[in-house]
């Protein structure tokens, strides 16, 4: 079945320094694939997605291509602010049905 | 953006006791509702999938006479456990699908964390 495999946290950065969390997926089909953030206290939030290989997903700073070769959609970020500590959610969704599979998500915690 | 929220977002309740957990869309009205859990350090896993006016729709695994809910209307969504036990303590989130047609995003609650003594 699909799964979702993302490095665990937690993450630990300076503010200003360059962030980057691996993510790599397994699935049948052209999955369309999603980062999700939760910040403290609320609910989960589509960050960006991307639906076709070589897509690149990008928001708020933030950017993730769809590396169908490696199975991969890294997030990153070229400079991290102490606003954008949150746990982040790796997700694919394949066959139409728009229901995301998870990662088990990855604690960012920026210093300043 | 679009506002689910839920109610309570914590609880502690008695082993035996059933907890009724409260997901609503606040500015947007949900044909589709899906319930979660979330166990420490692991992925939000789908427990059901719930349509307006319809019953539930449950996740293999999932017991449908534990895990009561309902969907009344197009803005709440309920989830009951019932004959909580300690190993029902989990953090449950829910989500809701816009009714408008070629949307499919979902918006996620801020979840509810149940822990039975």
């Known amino acids: 079945g699909d799964s979702v495999t993302q490095m665990e946290g937690p993450v630990t950065l300076s503010e200003e320094a360059f962030l980057t969390i691996n993510c790599t997926y397994t699935a049948t089909g052209y999955p369309s694939l999603f980062w999700y953030v939760q910040y403290p206290g609320e609910g989960l939030q589509l960050l960006l997605k991307a639906t076709k290989a070589d897509d690149k997903g990008s928001n708020k700073g933030f950017e993730a291509t769809y590396r169908k070769e490696t199975t991969s959609f890294h997030l990153e970020k070229g400079s991290v602010q102490v606003s954008d500590s949150a746990v982040y959610f790796c997700?694919?969704?394949?066959?139409?049905?728009?229901?995301?599979?998870f990662g088990r998500g990855t604690s960012l915690i920026v210093h300043p | 953006g679009a506002v689910v929220s839920q109610h309570p977002s914590r609880v502690i309740c008695k082993s035996g006791t059933s907890v009724k957990i409260e997901c609503r869309s606040l500015?947007?009205?949900?044909?589709?509702m899906f319930w979660y859990r979330q166990f420490p350090k692991q992925s939000l896993m789908l427990m059901a999938t719930?349509?307006?006016?319809?019953?539930?729709?449950?996740e293999q695994g999932v017991e449908k006479d534990k895990f009561l809910i309902n969907h009344a209307s197009l803005t709440l969504s309920t989830l009951t456990v019932t004959s909580a036990h300690p190993e029902d303590s989990s953090f449950y989130i829910c989500?809701?699908?816009?009714?408008?047609?070629?949307?499919?995003?979902?918006?996620f609650g801020p979840g509810t964390r149940l822990t039975v003594l």
């Open positions: 500015d947007f009205q949900a044909t589709t």
């Open positions: 989500s809701a699908r816009a009714l408008s047609a070629g949307n499919n995003e979902q918006f």
């Open positions: 997700a694919l969704a394949s066959g139409g049905s728009y229901i995301p599979t």
């Open positions: 719930s349509n307006e006016g319809s019953k539930a729709t449950y």
